[in-house]
């Protein structure tokens, strides 16, 4: 991972979206640092002012909108050459006013698909990877070996009510029979409630039992040597420490489970607890999105996105 030189210079960015679906995006000016690339708005944060006073003030200046509601996406240190960012992301959610290129900079709307067309700043490939990303509520469900369908589906709604976008199937112990049959029921329930839903299973398990993706555990991820499913399937994997860290991002994951963070009861003494402390540092180096894990309730969220964080996964939490 790469160390970061200090002092390293804070800056709020913001992801904004249109009713169509699409983000906006401006051009660098050329004489500028890394000039001509395209980025995500924003600027950097004056002394006084919070992340978000930052974001509302710098996208009036260079956009003319108003940002009314936002949320923390993710927390970004990034080396460029000789100076090094921390980028405070916001996803925008609500604003007024209509875009126009203040500063006389190049603005347009992009489909996700576009922006491989065109330059960004390397930073900004995170950025996209996160704001991608289903939900900042991931959570992971046990299945019992005697667990029920109507059990099941209860499960699923709970978690659902507590604002989980993204779920986990987990069952070490279960009968691959059974964990096949409860799969099934999950994937109707999913694709009907619009919840992405994951399978920690096999790679070919999950694509044949139609689930959104998969999720691979410590082990399997270090028997993996390259991205195991297509980009249209969401890869999950979990990591302890960095030498995890690194082959998930070898192997092209979506997203990493990071933890645990704080002592749980569901896994004592399974891994060595990180602290936030640790869990900062790994996630803002990290290259991959990471979700906070371990410990974790909802009240914990926005430490999560403080230290770095899409969000934050768990079962107690969506129980």
């Given at each position: ?101 203040r500063l ?5 709307w992009l ?7 065109y330059a ?200």
């Amino acid at each position: 991972m790469t160390v970061m030189q200090e002092p390293l210079l804070p800056v709020a960015v913001g992801v904004v979206m249109d009713s169509n679906g699409r983000v906006l995006a401006g051009q660098r000016a050329r004489d500028a640092i890394q000039g001509g690339l395209w980025e995500f708005p924003g600027g950097k944060i004056e002394a006084g002012e919070t992340p978000y006073q930052a974001l509302q003030r710098e996208l009036e200046e260079e956009t003319g909108i108003r940002v009314h509601e936002a949320r923390p996406l993710i927390r970004i240190r990034h080396q460029y050459g000789d100076y090094a960012v921390d980028l405070r992301v916001w996803k925008v959610t609500g604003w007024t006013g209509e875009v126009v290129p203040r500063l006389g900079q190049p603005l347009c709307w992009l489909h996700w698909s576009e922006l491989e067309s065109y330059a960004f700043l390397d930073a900004n490939a995170r950025i996209v990877a996160a704001a991608r990303l289903p939900s900042a509520r991931y959570a992971v469900v046990p299945l019992l070996a005697d667990m029920t369908q109507n059990a099941l589906l209860d499960a699923l709604e709970k978690a659902g009510s507590l604002g989980a976008g993204i779920m986990q199937l987990r069952g070490p112990e279960v009968p691959e029979a059974t964990y096949d049959a409860l799969a099934l029921s999950a994937v109707d329930w999913c694709r009907q409630s619009g919840v992405t839903l994951l399978l920690n299973a096999t790679p070919e398990r999950a694509v044949a039992l139609g689930a959104h993706g998969v999720h691979l555990n410590s082990a399997r991820l270090m028997d993996t040597r390259q991205r195991p499913v297509g980009r249209d399937c969401l890869l999950s994997v979990a990591c302890h420490n960095e030498s995890e860290m690194d082959r998930a991002r070898q192997i092209d994951a979506d997203c990493i489970l990071l933890g645990p963070v704080v002592p749980t009861l569901t896994h004592p003494d399974q891994h060595e607890v990180l602290g936030w402390q640790a869990f900062e540092r790994l996630t803002c180096l990290s290259g991959v999105p990471v979700y906070a894990l371990g410990g974790m309730q909802l009240a914990d969220l926005e430490t999560a996105w403080e230290a770095g964080a899409v969000g934050i996964a768990g079962i107690g939490a969506f129980q």
